[in-house]
């Protein structure tokens, strides 16, 4: 399991507190939409080259997280 506290960001000063990738203003919601129409990690690393599989990894794990919290 990746952590996902050192890759995911939430700041209200940063689109209203939604969790969006450290560095980036790229939302995790972005991504996990993505996952479940069916993209590869590799078609979402083409369309935001900043992010990195692990940064994927964490939004699962940040995902996860939440349901189980």
């Not at 996902?4 to 939604?18: C, Q, T, V």
């Not at 969790?19 to 996990?32: A, C, Q, Y």
């Amino acid at each position: 399991m990746i952590g996902y506290a050192d890759r995911i960001n939430i700041d209200p000063k940063i689109l209203s507190g939604k969790p969006v990738f450290k560095g980036t203003r790229i939302p995790i919601s972005i991504v996990l939409k993505m996952l479940r129409d069916g993209a590869t990690f590799q078609k979402i690393i083409d369309e935001y080259p900043r992010l990195t599989e692990d940064d994927i990894k964490a939004a699962l794990d940040y995902s996860v997280f939440i349901v189980d919290f």
